[in-house]
């Protein structure tokens, strides 16, 4: 049987990775004038880069020298997609793992959605954080022009009005779902495109599914077995199961 486990930002909570929807989550705490839904934008990218990188810098990449928990190194030799970007799966020794909305220790040249393009490190540990939006504009070469695309980087993560492209590594995601005989969701509200093109898969396939989160959101599917428990309590559940 091949399981395919599909993680969102529950399974790093406790690596005090703040959630999505939360009180305190990435989603619920915006700009001082725009919500997180207009900040982490392409368009906003382009129009302010400099609250937009700031704000990217402030609620996301701090966060990028967090170590990796006990769900992350069971998962470390599962077959997975995450729509995480904080990287943990890789720190926890994944080298599988396919981080299908980016990561925040990587950027891309400014280009147009579906070119191929290079991905490189990111130069967070040059930022001037007494200087932080000047230095960041710098460090992404970005003038009082804006993005130039093929000349500026932007940080390598999928925004709210952009598309899934394979930079992103979705064709290999989409044959993960097609080959798995099984799918696991682990700390996901389903309220990104991905879990639903999973979920579709998974309807069409008649696959067994099994949803794991504290208050999991419930699915429109025959086959799904609910796991009202934090990831760590499910992995401990498992490994009882297997002995």
């Known amino acids: ?9 529950g399974v790093s909570a406790e690596s005090g990775i703040p959630t999505f929807r939360g009180e305190d989550g990435f989603w619920t705490i915006g700009s001082r004038n725009y919500t997180p839904q207009q900040m982490a934008t392409r368009a906003m990218y382009m129009e302010n880069p400099a609250q937009f990188l700031a704000w990217y810098y402030q609620r996301f990449v701090t966060y990028r020298h967090h170590g ?23 720190k926890a020794g994944n080298n599988t793992f396919i981080s299908i909305h980016g990561r925040i ?24 954080e007494n200087n932080l939006t000047s230095s960041l504009l710098e460090l992404f070469k970005i003038s009082s022009k804006g993005p130039q695309i093929d000349r500026s980087f932007k940080p390598y993560v999928l925004l709210f009005d952009e598309f899934y492209t394979e930079l992103y590594g979705i064709d290999k995601a989409q044959k993960r779902m097609w080959d798995a005989s099984k799918m696991v969701f682990m700390g996901t509200s389903f309220s990104v ?41 499910y992995i401990a559940h498992a490994s009882e199961t297997d002995t």
């Open 193 to 233: 495109n991905i879990t639903q093109m999973a979920l579709d898969v998974a309807r069409h396939k008649g696959l067994p599914v099994e949803v794991v989160d504290p208050s999991p959101a419930h699915i429109i599917h025959d086959n799904v077995k609910y796991f009202p428990m934090t990831a760590k309590e």
């Open 105 to 128: 220790d990587k950027m891309t040249i400014f280009h147009e959605q579906g070119e191929s393009v290079s991905i490189v490190e990111a130069p967070w540990e040059q930022v001037d």
């Open 1 to 9: 049987m091949t399981t395919l486990y599909i993680t969102g930002a």
């Open 68 to 90: 990796p928990n006990s769900v992350h190194h069971w998962l470390a030799d599962k077959n997975l997609i995450t729509q995480n970007i904080d990287g943990l799966d890789g």
